[in-house]
Nanobody
């Protein structure tokens, strides 16, 4: 019923910038929490950043370079990535806790978008 759609991934040179977006659609009543995770080949999935109406979190390895933001009215989260490094190469996935019609609260994942940084 609820779907998360991501966009903004691509190929960029080291030091460049990229902006990812994630939009939730469906019979949404509220979005309580949104986050970005990433997974590189051979590595486990790791939390990059998260956001609620009052707080944000950024992992140490992206602090000062990445910024998460949201437009809650549009059920959309963004990840502004600056100063990209080769080690940032990964599939970036959106995650959200959403209340929808007929479903009190559950987690949803986006399909993921590839970010490739060339050195």
């Amino acid at each position: 019923q609820v779907q998360l759609v991501e966009s903004g991934g691509g190929l960029v040179q080291a030091g460049g910038s990229l902006r990812l977006s994630c939009t939730a659609s469906g019979s949404i009543l509220s979005t309580q929490f949104m986050a970005w995770y990433r997974q590189a080949p051979g590595n486990q999935r790791e939390l990059v950043a998260s956001i609620t109406s009052s707080d944000t979190f950024h992992a140490d390895f992206v602090k000062g370079r990445f910024t998460i933001s949201e437009d809650n009215a549009k059920n959309t989260a963004f990840l502004q990535m600056d100063g990209l490094k080769a080690e940032d190469t990964a599939v970036y996935s959106c995650y959200a806790l959403i209340q929808s019609v007929g479903v009190p609260l559950r987690a949803y994942w986006g399909q993921g978008t590839q970010v490739t940084v060339s050195s």
